[in-house]
């Protein structure tokens, strides 16, 4: 008998049909012996519908009350699922991130998880339960209700995955593994059998939305046993997804470069003819941090006479806030700028792969394919084991095609 945290995502509870069929799946675990914890997402679109009617009411809604809303969409499927289960004849409870209690900070809309009481849930799985849980959400230490990011029942899913020391997190969503980039995107991109861990976050951080970045991190510090996984194929049938694996052992493929991720959700913000002095960059990046705005990339230029251009990427829902931030602390006199301009046009791609470390020439070959297609690059950044470049929204899909295609992500490691 293991212990299996399954989350399934917005489209395989898409609809009271689908609902149904994740409870005969879950029933099929149960029924063979399975200790079992379901996290679900909202319904599929739901989410957005609800963030939508913030907007309507409210060009600048209180983060509070936009958690008070959106935590509604989890909360139904929660109830959905358990009645079907019931309906099958197996016994299960739902319960909110707050009935649970799964504790976070007050960063309400992308809150972090700080502590998971998993009494609650251990007390039913002994009594042979299902325990399905919203994902999602949580609850500061004064009852607030929080949210954890766009994507984030993953995170749920993966965190109670390690408070419970469960012996599998099984993500179940609408592609059946992590493949070489967006099947969406490239029709031929391959799934892997296994990624590392390094990998995976790193894909994830750079915009590979089929794992939320925080889940990946919660599983590399609980060491949680991670799988990607189809709730739309048939549960015998079902191939075994995508494991996330915490060595490089021998026989795991030995791609050099392992995927290509992207991200539409970039702002560009330059701040031109700035002061090339100490304290530049903390008189420029400091109240953006004070403001709670993450930024990606960030390019200084060495500038003539004593003057340097400055510029970062955002979230492109944040950019508005940034400007406004930016300007703001301008008019204080806080740092002089000739201009600050902005540009939430941008997107970026990121191709990555631990083989990277051991070979040279890989940065050429992206900037070759990418100005084959006449694609300009904005920015770049590296690191160890990724390679990531900032262009014209436009083009995005084009170079995430063109790249799959230079670096031969759709033969896999035995056919190079
Ligand atoms: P869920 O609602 O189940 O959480 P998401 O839409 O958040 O599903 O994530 C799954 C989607 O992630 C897939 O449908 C796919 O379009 C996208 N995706 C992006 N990059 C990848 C990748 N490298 N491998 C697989 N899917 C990816
Ligand atoms: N329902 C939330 C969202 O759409 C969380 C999730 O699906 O993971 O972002
Ligand atoms: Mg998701």
Do not use: W
Request: aromatic share 4%; charged share 25%; with cysteine.
């Amino acid at each position: 008998m293991s212990l299996i945290v399954q989350k399934y995502g917005g489209t395989s509870v898409g609809t009271a049909e689908r609902i149904r069929n994740v409870a005969k799946r879950v029933a099929r675990f149960h029924r063979d012996g399975h200790q079992l914890v379901v996290v679900v997402s909202a319904m599929a679109g739901e989410t957005n519908r609800l963030l939508a009617l913030t907007k309507e009411l409210s060009a600048n809604p209180d983060p509070r009350e936009v958690d008070v809303v959106a935590a509604t969409g989890e909360q139904v499927t929660i109830g959905l699922l358990a009645i079907a289960l019931r309906e099958m004849g197996v016994q299960a409870r739902s319960y909110t991130g707050a009935q649970v209690r799964i504790l976070t900070d007050n960063a309400h809309t992308k809150a972090r998880i700080l502590e998971i009481d998993e009494a609650r849930i251990r007390d039913d799985l002994a009594k042979g339960l299902v325990v399905v849980v919203a994902g999602f959400q949580g609850v500061d230490k004064e009852g607030n209700v929080t949210t954890l990011g766009r994507g984030g029942s993953d995170t749920s899913g993966v965190a109670l995955a390690a408070a419970l020391k469960a012996d599998e997190c099984q993500i179940y969503t609408d592609v059946d593994g992590v493949y070489t980039t967006d099947p969406r995107i490239v029709p031929e991109a391959r799934r892997l059998e296994r990624i590392t861990f390094e990998e995976m976050l790193e894909l994830a951080s750079q915009g590979s939305k089929v794992l939320q970045i925080r889940s990946v991190e919660f599983a590399g510090k609980y060491m949680v046993r991670l799988r990607v996984l189809s709730s739309f194929e048939d549960a015998d049938a079902a191939s075994t997804g995508t494991l996330i694996t915490y060595e490089e052992d021998d026989d795991m493929e030995q791609a050099i470069i392992s995927g290509i991720a992207f991200n539409r959700d970039e702002a560009k913000i330059s701040v031109m003819g700035v002061e090339d002095r100490p304290g530049i960059a903390y008189a420029i990046l400091g109240p953006i941090a004070a403001a709670n705005i993450d930024v990606d990339m960030i390019v200084q230029n060495i500038g003539a006479s004593g003057h340097t251009d400055f510029s970062f990427t955002v979230n492109r829902s944040e950019y508005q806030k940034a400007l406004g931030v930016l300007n703001a602390e301008r008019d204080r006199k806080h740092f002089e700028a000739r201009e600050i301009i902005g540009d939430n046009r941008i997107a970026k791609v990121s191709v990555v792969g631990i083989g990277m470390r051991s070979h040279v020439g890989l940065a050429s070959k992206m900037f070759k394919a990418l100005a084959g297609e006449g694609i300009n690059i904005q920015m770049i950044s590296t690191s160890e084991i990724k390679i990531a470049v900032v262009i014209d929204e436009k083009y995005l899909e084009l170079a995430v095609r063109v790249l799959h295609k230079a670096f031969e992500l759709e033969k896999g490691p035995d056919a190079a």
